[in-house]
Nanobody, 123 residues
């Protein structure tokens, strides 16, 4: 069973930075696609970033150039810079088994989810 625990959310002014971390159970990041999703009130959940076991990353157009995902040890991080009010939402870490190059992480369905971390950006 994969366990995921997010940390690092908070409140920041527009233009500021936050760093989210996702602590995963042992060896998860070496065998799973890892992803960050977010959901704002009244909106659908949005896939924000993914990272493969080989550390290949993908980003949604809305965050490209501002967000960076990385992985080390048993932790996946999401560095968020130049934050905008529209980045406000609950951010979730997710994982799913990596099935190989023919099944890119950005297109995968995610099976395991963390509890979420709130990010609030004020203008």
């Amino acid at each position: 069973q994969v366990q995921l625990v997010e940390s690092g959310g908070g409140a920041v002014q527009s233009g500021g930075s936050l760093r989210l971390s996702c602590a995963a159970s042992t060896d998860t990041i070496y065998r799973h696609c890892m992803a960050w999703f977010r959901q704002a009130p009244g909106k659908e959940r949005e896939r924000v970033a993914t990272i493969s076991p080989a550390r290949i990353t993908w980003y949604a157009d809305s965050v490209k150039g501002r967000f960076t995902s990385s992985s080390e040890m048993n932790t996946v991080n999401l560095q968020m810079n130049s934050l905008k009010s529209e980045d406000t939402g609950m951010y979730f870490c997710a994982a799913t088994s990596y099935r190989g190059a023919g099944y890119p992480c950005w297109a995968s369905e995610y099976r395991y989810w963390g509890q979420g971390a709130q990010v609030t950006v004020s203008s």
